[in-house]
């Protein structure tokens, strides 16, 4: 039988052993990539926009994915759209998920029926604040180490959108 010593003392060894474990099975978990979000089309009408210029982040150093390796981003526009229509809501959620950190202040606070969208090489020019855009075959994906955006094709309506418009 043994002493109440002898538990405590095969207890810390155990406890380590236990938060190692689990520290273990959380660091790939880090290095996973984003859930799959499958492009989708979103229409709505444009109530805010942000310029995020161009840059690059250096690797670091021991860690897995893109995050190891240098890695850069093209000069970006941030969009929301109110009114936010499209053929895939569950994308459209995951997508304004993943890029909210990536929009800065543009892509905080998003209402109900808001999408945000961050548009890689797209000129500030070519989208209008209260006027509609369409946006077909936009995608998100990433990993630890950032996340990027790409789209097929952009189309700027002549007015804002109507509630419940088609993508």
Do not use: Y
Not at 130 to 154: H, N, P, Q, Y
């Amino acid at each position: 039988m043994s002493s109440g010593t002898d538990r405590a003392e095969t207890g810390v060894p155990r406890a380590l052993a236990a938060a190692a474990l689990l520290l273990g099975a959380a660091v790939p978990a880090l290095a996973a990539p984003l859930p799959p979000v499958p492009p989708f089309d979103v229409c709505g009408t444009v109530v805010a926009l942000g310029w995020l210029p161009a840059h690059s982040e250096p690797a670091i150093k021991g860690m897995s994915g893109s995050a190891g390796v240098d890695r850069s981003w093209p000069e970006r526009l941030a969009v929301v759209l109110d009114q936010a229509c499209t053929d895939d809501p569950e994308a459209l959620a995951l997508s304004n998920m993943f890029q909210s950190g990536t929009a800065g202040s543009t892509g905080r606070d998003l209402a109900e029926g808001q999408a945000l969208l961050v548009l890689p090489e797209v000129d500030i020019g070519a989208v209008t604040l209260g006027r509609g855009i369409c946006v077909s075959g936009f995608k998100v994906s990433g990993d630890e180490g950032g996340t990027w955006t790409r789209f097929g094709a952009l189309v700027q309506l002549p007015q804002a959108c109507a509630p419940g418009c088609a993508p």
